[in-house]
C-alpha cells in the first residue's frame, strides 16, 4: 500500500470512528431524553360506559386526543368486550389494550406503550381490580365498592396482599375510583357539612358510607400506612373535589368528595408532578366523575 492509499484509509477509518461515536452519543442523548420525559397518566371513572351514549363516547374521543395522554385507566367499562376496549383505544391513538373482565362493571387500561404482565382479580371484588406493567411502572387499577365501608376495607386488603404475594413491591400506581374520603380533606368536609347528607344516604338506600356517624377516612388512611403516597395531598394545598360533575345539575358543595386517587409507592415520590382533577367544558358532562391525572417521569431501572 502506498502512502496516497494508506492516508484515504486512515481518513475513511477515522471518518467511521468519528460518525459510530457520533451515533453512539445520539442514542445515549435519545435514551436519556426518554428517561426524563414524563408520562402523562389519566384515570377516569366513564360513568356506565359513557351511558352506552355514541355521541357521548365520540365526545370523550374528542377530548382524549386533545389531552394526548400516555396512559389511561378506565373504570366503569360496563359489558365492554375487550375488542372494543381495542377499538376505543385505537381511535385515541393508544393500539394496546386490556381488560379486567367482559361482564358488568369492570377496570381497564389504554396505553401508547405495551401492557405486559396482566394480572386480574375479580372474586372477592364488587367490580374486580387489575395489574400491569407499563415502561416499567406497575399500574393497579381499582374500583371500590360503592356500598359498603367494611366491603371497601377487605377489598383494599385484598389488593395489598395481592401486591405482595406477586411480589410487586415497587414503581406502584393504584389508581382509580375508591368511594373512600380522604383524612386531609377533612377541614373541607367538616366546613361544608358533607356528614348530613351522607348519614341520610345511608339511611335512606342502605349504603354505608359513614361509619358510626362518622365520615369514614379508613381506605386511603390504609394506602398511606401500608407506604403509598396520595399524589393530589402531596401536591395541592387546599379542598377541590372529582364527584360529582355537572352532568345531573349544580352541585351543591355539602355534596362535593374527592374520592377518585392516584397513589403511588415511597419510590415515585420525586417522579410524580402536576396532579390535576381535569375540569373542562367537557369533562363537565361527560361523566359523573372528573377525570384525574398526574405527570410522572419513569426512574432508571
Given at each position: ?31 436519556v ?12 371513572n ?5 351511558e ?12 382524549a386526543?386533545a389531552q394526548d ?11 365492554i ?26 377496570v ?16 372477592g ?8 406493567k ?6 393497579v ?14 377489598e383494599?386488603a ?6 405482595q ?5 415497587k414503581?406502584i ?6 368511594n ?8 373541607s ?33 390504609y394506602?398511606?400506612q401500608?407506604?403509598?403516597i396520595?399524589t393530589w ?7 377541590n ?9 349544580p ?5 362535593k368528595?374527592?374520592?377518585?386517587y392516584?397513589?403511588?409507592?415511597s419510590?415515585?415520590?420525586?417522579n ?5 382533577i ?11 366523575h372528573?377525570p384525574?391525572?398526574i ?7
Amino acid at each position: 500500500m502506498g502512502s496516497a492509499e494508506f492516508y484515504k484509509y486512515s481518513s475513511i477509518l477515522g471518518d467511521m470512528k468519528r460518525i459510530t461515536l457520533f451515533l453512539l452519543l445520539l442514542l445515549a442523548t435519545t435514551q436519556v431524553l426518554k428517561a426524563q420525559t414524563p408520562l402523562k397518566i389519566i384515570s377516569y371513572n366513564v360513568y356506565n360506559y359513557f351511558e352506552s351514549e355514541a355521541a357521548r363516547k365520540a365526545r370523550f374521543v374528542t377530548w382524549a386526543k386533545a389531552q394526548d395522554a400516555d396512559v389511561i385507566a378506565y373504570q366503569e367499562l360496563v359489558n365492554i368486550s375487550g375488542e372494543e376496549l381495542k377499538a376505543l383505544g385505537k381511535s385515541i391513538g393508544h393500539p394496546y389494550t386490556a381488560l379486567a373482565k367482559e361482564k358488568g362493571y369492570s377496570v381497564g387500561l389504554s396505553s401508547k406503550y405495551p401492557i405486559t404482565e396482566v394480572k386480574r382479580i375479580i372474586e372477592g371484588m364488587h367490580h374486580g381490580f387489575m395489574t400491569a406493567k407499563i415502561e416499567d411502572l406497575n399500574f393497579v387499577v381499582v374500583h371500590l365498592s360503592p356500598f359498603k365501608h367494611e366491603k371497601r376495607r377487605g377489598e383494599v386488603a385484598l389488593i395489598t396482599d395481592s401486591l405482595q404475594r406477586w411480589a410487586i413491591t415497587k414503581k406502584i400506581l393504584i389508581m382509580g375510583d375508591m368511594n373512600s374520603l380522604a383524612a386531609s380533606d377533612s377541614m373541607s368536609y367538616n366546613r361544608l357539612d358533607r356528614l348530613t347528607p351522607m348519614l341520610k344516604s345511608d339511611s335512606s338506600s342502605n349504603l354505608s358510607n359513614a361509619s358510626n356517624g362518622h365520615l369514614d377516612y379508613e381506605i386511603p388512611s390504609y394506602l398511606i400506612q401500608k407506604g403509598f403516597i396520595d399524589t393530589w395531598s402531596m401536591k395541592t394545598k387546599g379542598f377541590n373535589f372529582s364527584y360529582p360533575t355537572l352532568v345531573f345539575g349544580p352541585v351543591p358543595d355539602a355534596s362535593k368528595e374527592r374520592i377518585d386517587y392516584i397513589f403511588i409507592s415511597s419510590d415515585l415520590q420525586k417522579n410524580a408532578t402536576k396532579p390535576i382533577i381535569v375540569k373542562d367544558a367537557m369533562t363537565d358532562q361527560l361523566s359523573d366523575h372528573y377525570p384525574i391525572s398526574i405527570l410522572l417521569v419513569p426512574p432508571h431501572s
